[in-house]
């Protein structure tokens, strides 16, 4: 049940990222986290569960509208962002697979997709947002989080910590290591092995440089930053999806099958 799979899950922790001015949930789209999500062992009867429909978006609202107390025409504009939330969380549930395939490669192909739906449910966000935060007076913005410097465009401070994710090279070494164990490469394979380990290191290498070290205090700038760490996402799971899917064609039957019975994510 990642959300990397299933994308309506990360719906809590990136509400919380973009609307809290003290956010406490960590990014659900670490390096580690997509290991787990790919090489995870998973039985049949496991495959496409009841989707998941996390229903968060009437709390955020919620709390929006008792940290702005919109009036006038805010009435309607901040209806419009509820609408947006809505809309958003119907959108991913619509993304739900009704099968997680066994093979990491293909799997790793479904988490780009579902990658994708994530941002372009924010995108549906976006608008709605960026009116209802230029309808807002000082007090207001004082209150919702947004710097009166930001009036007709972006923040240019952050005030808000991110929590690490750097990701040491003996995580990636320790990856490529199970694999290496489990498949035993032939002296034929080193090539492709050294290139699935390159792919995993330009992975994390990827996913830190898109790590915020603080963020930005204007919610609509932490939207912009979330969607940039989405794309960032992305284009990780790209290198290692790419890299694994050569990597499993120069297996062996023997190979593959050892391969396919190791329960990787579970030595993370």
Same mark, same amino acid.
């Given at each position: 049940?990642?959300?990397?799979?299933?994308? &309506?899950?990360?719906?809590?922790?990136?509400?919380?990222?973009?609307?809290?001015?003290?956010?406490?949930?960590?990014?659900?789209?670490?390096?580690?986290?997509?290991?787990? &999500?790919? =090489?995870?062992?998973?039985?049949?009867?496991?495959?496409?569960?009841? +989707?998941?429909?996390?229903?968060?978006?009437?709390?955020?609202?919620?709390?929006?509208?008792?940290?702005?107390?919109?009036? @006038?025409?805010?009435?309607? %504009?901040?209806?419009?962002?509820?609408? *947006?939330?809505?809309?958003?969380?119907?959108?991913?549930?619509?993304?739900?697979?009704?099968?997680?395939?066994?093979?990491?490669?293909?799997?790793?192909?479904?988490?780009?997709? $579902?990658?994708?739906?994530?941002?372009?449910? /924010?995108?549906?966000?976006?608008?709605?947002?960026?009116?209802?935060?230029?309808?807002?007076?000082?007090?207001?913005?004082?209150?919702? @989080?947004?710097?009166?410097?930001?009036?007709? @465009?972006?923040?240019?401070?952050?005030?808000? &910590?991110?929590?690490?994710?750097?990701?040491?090279?003996?995580?990636?070494?320790?990856?490529?290591? %199970?694999?290496?164990?489990?498949? $035993?490469?032939?002296?034929?394979?080193?090539? &492709?092995?050294?290139?699935?380990?390159?792919?995993?290191?330009?992975?994390?290498?990827?996913?830190?440089?898109? +790590?915020? /070290?603080? /963020?930005?205090?204007?919610?609509?700038?932490?939207?912009?930053?979330?969607?940039?760490?989405?794309?960032?996402?992305?284009? *990780?799971?790209?290198?290692?999806?790419?890299?694994?899917?050569? =990597?499993?064609?120069?297996?062996?039957?023997?190979?593959?099958?050892?391969?396919?019975?190791?329960?990787?994510?579970?030595? %993370?």
């Amino acid at each position: 049940m990642s959300p990397l799979l299933y994308p &309506a899950l990360a719906l809590p922790a990136v509400y919380d990222l973009i609307f809290s001015q003290s956010p406490s949930s960590p990014w659900p789209f670490s390096y580690d986290a997509i290991l787990q &999500a790919a =090489f995870a062992r998973t039985a049949a009867d496991q495959n496409g569960p009841a +989707c998941p429909q996390p229903n968060r978006q009437s709390a955020v609202f919620e709390r929006i509208r008792a940290e702005i107390r919109p009036t @006038g025409n805010q009435l309607q %504009q901040s209806q419009k962002l509820a609408g *947006a939330l809505g809309f958003a969380a119907d959108y991913l549930a619509k993304a739900c697979p009704s099968e997680i395939p066994q093979d990491p490669a293909a799997r790793l192909q479904l988490m780009e997709w $579902q990658v994708e739906k994530l941002a372009e449910a /924010l995108d549906f966000v976006r608008p709605p947002l960026q009116e209802l935060e230029q309808s807002l007076n000082d007090a207001q913005r004082a209150r919702f @989080g947004v710097s009166p410097s930001t009036a007709a @465009g972006r923040p240019d401070r952050a005030n808000t &910590a991110a929590p690490a994710c750097a990701m040491a090279p003996t995580k990636v070494d320790a990856s490529i290591e %199970q694999i290496s164990l489990a498949v $035993q490469p032939t002296d034929a394979q080193r090539d &492709a092995m050294d290139g699935l380990k390159q792919a995993f290191r330009n992975a994390a290498s990827e996913l830190d440089a898109n +790590c915020p /070290l603080a /963020l930005p205090s204007d919610p609509l700038a932490r939207l912009e930053a979330t969607e940039a760490r989405l794309d960032a996402t992305w284009r *990780a799971l790209v290198s290692i999806q790419t890299a694994l899917a050569d =990597f499993e064609t120069k297996l062996s039957a023997e190979q593959r099958t050892r391969f396919d019975a190791t329960d990787f994510a579970a030595a %993370q």
